[in-house]
């Protein structure tokens, strides 16, 4: 069962509904509405934390509704918002928000009630507390990272020789040090590809973030950072590209699966590597397979991972109610200082402390990956960027063709460069978003 397969379930069995209300609306005790779009092991661990706040605060009563995921999620912010008629706090992807609203549709944090609730910024990941701000404002509180990572069948790769004496995966070396493990692993999976992603498929983004970890690496640029100028390096560019067309081409991943398809093939042990977002940490343990994770591996130089960041943020509201306020920081804070319990799921906490504290540390294999918190790839500040963003599909449509062989790097690289031209050039479509 895949991650979204277990949201399905648990849909169905009522164990995440679409909305939640209160049932005391006439108590007297203070009321945050929270929207999110959590579901799956991340829904159900997410309510769990709420309960959990509800418990350790009776005066407080937290409302949490649960949204569709993707675009309806952040129209419907951007409608509430606009119209001043928002939640208190919302859950949102740290990559949507310079495209909507700062300032307009979302409220800046209040750094002094921050503070009043024991969060500081050199608590958080610096590239992520940097990029939670817009034109030197805080906008956003963050929670996680979810970045790309390696899975690996640790009965498959035990037997091509590529675990160290500690059970862990040994780190390659290079693009060479790479291909020679996975050439390895393909011996033991029978000649079948040895590693699977998101490659083939209507609207596949595994392409785009197979690219956007390897490019980083070497130092590659996407955008200028005020996103006006296209400031990408065709040399770095293209040697990560012709790396990826080389996987397909030498049989080391299988450039026919979609998403599904790849999560099935490491499931059933046809695959010994997986690339993928840290989120399906759930779907492996459910299925008892023999797996762990490392980080995503160093081609190009540093180990940086395309990531996005789960933060929250405060829609926009015409007057905010004082006590309500000081409850919805108090809520945020609780959370961020409790995110060794949301990192079950996979994700790695954005607030640095918790990395340290054994019950965090005690997560196998959440906390494997854990140092790449401070060298994520994160997208470029600009409104078509994000989780299931017309960026994402626009590049991966681009080029899961050169990794199929039916493009060159060359020509696959110029159809990116022309889409994203296309998309500079269109308007926001949340025009009052505008900053």
Known sequence: MTRRGLLGGA??????????????????????????????????????????????????????????????YYTKIAMAGSGGRSPDVATFHLARLPGIGPGQILD???????????????????????????????????????????????????????????????????????????????????????????????????????????????????????????????DKALQALRFMRRLGEEGLC?????????????????????????WETTTFKLAKMPFSMARFPAVFGSGSAQADCHVFVLPHQRERDPEAEKATYRFIAALVKNSADWAVAGHVPAYLPTLERPEYLALQPQSEYRSVITEVALDPQVWFAGSASRLWIDFGACFSTVIAGSRTPEQGLAEAKAALGRLMSAPNPFPEAGR
């Open 254 to 278: 299988d450039p026919n699966t979609d998403y599904g398809a790849s999560v099935a093939a490491f499931q059933n042990g046809e695959a010994a590597f997986l690339w993928n977002g840290d």
């Open 11 to 72: 849909l169905a069995m009522g164990v995440l509904g679409g909305c939640s209300y209160p049932t005391d609306l006439g108590s007297t005790r203070t009321r945050v509405k929270y929207w999110h779009f959590l579901g799956a092991s991340d829904g159900i661990i997410m309510n769990e934390m709420v309960g959990a706040f509800a418990k350790a605060n009776p005066d407080l009563f937290v409302e949490e509704n649960v949204l569709a995921w993707g675009e309806p």
């Open 108 to 234: 800046p944090i209040n750094v002094d009630l921050l503070a009043e609730n024991g969060l500081r910024p050199e608590d958080f990941s610096p590239p992520i507390w940097e990029r939670a701000h817009i034109d030197g404002v805080l906008y956003a509180v963050p929670f996680d990272a979810h970045p790309m990572v390696q899975y690996y069948n640790t009965d498959l790769t035990e037997k091509a020789g590529l675990l160290g004496t500690d059970g862990r995966l040994a780190p390659t070396e290079g693009e060479e040090g790479l291909v020679e493990a996975l050439r390895k692993a393909k011996e033991v999976t029978g000649g079948r590809p040895p590693l699977v992603f998101d490659a083939l498929g209507l609207g596949t983004v595994g392409p785009w973030r197979v690219w956007w970890s390897l490019y980083p690496q070497s130092g590659g640029t996407l955008l200028s950072r005020d996103g006006s100028q296209i400031t990408i390096d065709d």
